[in-house]
């Protein structure tokens, strides 16, 4: 017998833990936009786990978004009055909890409620979970692009934004006119320097339209850095049956995640925030180093296995590190070419780090996917892949494993597995890759054309004849016998 998740219904759950507190006294502190798998199963869950504490009631948050999938989150999260049953799956031990650390979701589209909240003076901080991609960044320059059409829209149109930023610039702007102090934004996306990357967009988008409010929002509101990481799988009806099954519980939004958690937050909230570091988060002057070593090593990594196992038709994560060659091909790399120039991070064995990150991906019940690894590679290579490439060339040292990630890469945004499967668009800029990758077959430097994504790097003659010896290679020999030479050092 399942129940089916409600306010109504928690009490006659048994199998996973419930809120220890009284959700109808919690009140809004925090306004979030992009109420996703990651966001449910990560800062939700910190402010869960704080206010069973007794602490903080007056931070809970409210959600907010723009896209047609917000939309129908929100009408999935009210038919359980904003309840989320987080399953977290070790390789040895499962366990559940439904979280009630959000009271409500704004309507998507609804600029005018949306700004109003975000005028509202018990509204202290607002966050965001809006992906590597949302932010409307030139990858290879890091530089806002006001042109964007989205961009361009808002700022002809301040009073009716359709962007997160152009209602963040809007809400700021009705916080100034009626004196009240400015909010806190808080990015809570995989990004480096996350905050500063939101400063940007924000006080690049105001500036649109009012230069005056783009100058006060640059100096007076807080954006702090901060280093987010769990391991979120998509929901589907696997997820779905294993929640009913295992916990009776009936959710029609579930979240599946791994036991480990970490967010490094850089403390600058002038407006107040909640103690998050009862609840495991670790507060720090700098994030910079935190953020170094978990993009480059784990993030970096991913991309490491993500390309040579579609490639080979591997399906799930851990099914990968199986795979000797590809679980190999992972080690090289980090142990010969990232770690060595990830800078060093205070109290922290980079070397530990990265058994910890195998640890991770080895676990077979999170059921996280190769597919999602691939994903948006035109915005995740030039932050996790090609610096540490650049800081490599920069120094003299050698870069053939990572260029042979590129190459992977490339090979497969052809479009075509080893085994002569298609692989389905898997990247915003699909098309636009395929096309340069089917182009790379016969000429690789079509690959590096790409300057947005490379930027220099792409210049570098030792990396352009390793591209290309590898993408030669890759087309003539296969994945496998290429990965077998690269680990016996002849690649």
């Known amino acids: 017998m399942t129940i089916r998740l409600s306010t109504d219904t928690l009490g006659a759950i048994t199998r996973a833990a419930v809120p220890a507190y009284d959700r109808a006294a919690l009140t809004g502190g ?44 929100r009408e999935r999260l009210a038919g359980q009055d904003m309840l989320t049953t987080v399953v977290e799956q070790d390789a040895n031990r ?21 700004i109003a909240k975000l005028a509202d003076p018990a509204i202290r901080i607002v966050s965001l979970t809006i ?15 006001p042109t964007h059409p989205a961009i361009a829209a808002d700022g002809a149109s301040p009073k009716n934004p359709s962007t997160v930023f152009g209602l963040i610039a809007a809400g700021l702007k009705q916080r100034r006119k009626a004196g009240t102090r400015p909010f806190t934004v808080m990015s809570c996306d995989n990004i480096p320097h996350n905050g500063a990357v939101t400063r940007s967009a924000v006080t690049g988008l105001a500036a649109l339209s009012d230069p005056e409010l783009a100058a006060w929002i640059a100096e007076t509101v807080a954006f702090p850095n901060g280093m987010v990481d769990r391991i979120t ?32 937050l850089e403390d600058d909230f002038p407006a107040g925030r ?15 180093p935190y953020e170094n070593m978990k993009i480059r090593i784990l993030n970096g990594g991913h991309a490491v296995i993500a390309y040579p196992s579609g490639l080979l038709d591997i399906h799930f994560v851990h099914e990968a590190m199986a795979h000797p060659l590809v679980r190999g091909f992972l080690e090289k790399v ?9 800078p060093p991070v205070p109290d922290t064995d980079l070397g530990g780090y990265f058994r ?97 994504i490379y930027g220099e790097v792409a210049q570098s003659e030792p990396f352009r004849a390793a591209f290309a010896g590898a993408l030669t290679a890759l087309w003539r020999d296969g994945t496998e016998k290429v990965l077998a030479r690269y680990l016996e050092g002849q690649g």
């Open 94 to 114: 499962s366990t559940a909890r439904v979280t009630g650390a959000m009271i409500d979701y704004l309507a998507p589209g609804d600029a005018a409620a949306i």
């Open 356 to 452: 910890q990150i195998k640890e991770r991906l080895d676990n077979p019940k999170i059921g996280d996917t190769v597919r999602r690894l691939c994903l948006d590679g035109s915005n995740r290579q030039p932050k996790f892949i090609v610096p540490t490439i650049a800081d490599r060339l920069a120094r003299g040292e050698g870069i053939a494993g990572l260029a042979l990630e590129s190459a992977l890469w490339c090979r497969y945004c052809f479009g075509v597995s080893e085994s002569g499967k298609t692989i389905e668009p898997n990247d915003p800029a699909w098309d636009r890759l395929q096309a340069q990758a089917r182009l790379a077959k016969e000429n690789p430097m079509a690959w590096l054309a790409m300057e947005d």
């Open 334 to 342: 980090e142990y010969e070419e990232v770690i060595p120039v990830v």
């Open 274 to 288: 909640p103690a998050l570091e009862e609840a495991g988060v670790q507060f720090v002057p700098d994030v910079t």
């Open 233 to 264: 799988p998509a929901t589907g009806e696997r997820e779905r049956r294993i929640c009913a099954e295992d916990y009776g519980i009936e959710d029609a939004c579930p979240v599946f995640c791994e036991g480990f958690k970490q967010w490094v």
């Open 30 to 73: 925090i306004v979030h936009f992009g109420v996703g798998n990651f966001h449910r199963a990560h800062q939700a869950i910190y402010l869960d786990t704080l206010f069973n504490t007794g602490r903080d009631h007056d931070w809970a948050i409210i959600g907010a978004g723009v896209l047609p999938t917000d939309a129908a989150m």
């Open 131 to 145: 992906t590597e991609g949302g932010y409307f960044i030139d990858p290879a320059s890091g530089v806002f692009d």
